[in-house]
């Protein structure tokens, strides 16, 4: 029996390292755009290196049962949803190409556009409206379009801590930002380019990313979303 245990640990470890070593390059640029921290050198994002282990630590304990499931799906969720509990600790720039936006922005950009999740699965994964994640994220494109001042406080869109979300405001049980995008083909240095091609420090869209990037097999239905203040 101890024998038999100690089998189905070791597989689900060589199964977990396997899928990390596959995902967990894109994984960590998908939190670091979500913090706003530099993408190189490499090391800067230290607060999206402790975001990333702590979303893969619990898409581990729950590997058993993601059988016939995405895994990468999973950990994009869990990275979601704990980047919204504490998107007041990310509030001020950092010095990433997202650094115009809000945490709302953030993550509705780097879900929706990056990741490729659909609008209605975004919606559901924040527990926001479909048409407001619409509109964050078609304000978030005209920011980065017109080069708009840089996010510094909480405001409208943002995220406030708990207890004290305001008008339009994402308690951290709710979301935050999105990443940074340029509209098809019109890319520039440090955006997001949907499908088109990206500058310098730019993100591919999922299905084009280069050296430890991964696509996903499904697309994994959300769980229920968080509590939104609106």
Known sequence: MRERQTHRDRLRAHEFEAFVA??????????????????VPAGSGVRAERLLCAA?????????????GDPYDRARQELALRFAHEAWRHRHPRGGVLGRLTPL????????????????????LLGLPADRVRAVCARAVATLRT?????????AGGVSPRGSAGAGAVSPRGTAGAGA??????????????????????V???GSAGAGAVSPRGSAEPPPGPRVTT
Do not use: F, I, K, N
Not at 22 to 39: D, I
Not at 56 to 68: K, N
Not at 147 to 155: E, F, S
């Open 22 to 39: 596959g995902a967990g390059g894109r994984l960590l640029h998908t939190a670091t755009l979500l913090t706003s921290e530099p993408l």
């Open 56 to 68: 893969l630590a619990r898409t581990y304990a729950e590997w058993d049962r993601l059988r016939g």
């Open 105 to 124: 922005e953030r993550l509705v950009l780097v879900l929706r556009l990056y990741e490729e999740v659909g609008e209605d699965q975004t919606a559901a």
């Open 147 to 155: 080069g708009g001042p840089r996010y510094g406080t909480a405001g």
């Open 181 to 202: 995008v340029s509209p098809r083909g019109t890319a520039g240095a440090g955006a997001v380019s949907p499908r088109g091609t990206a500058g310098a420090e730019a």
């Open 204 to 206: 591919s869209p999922r």
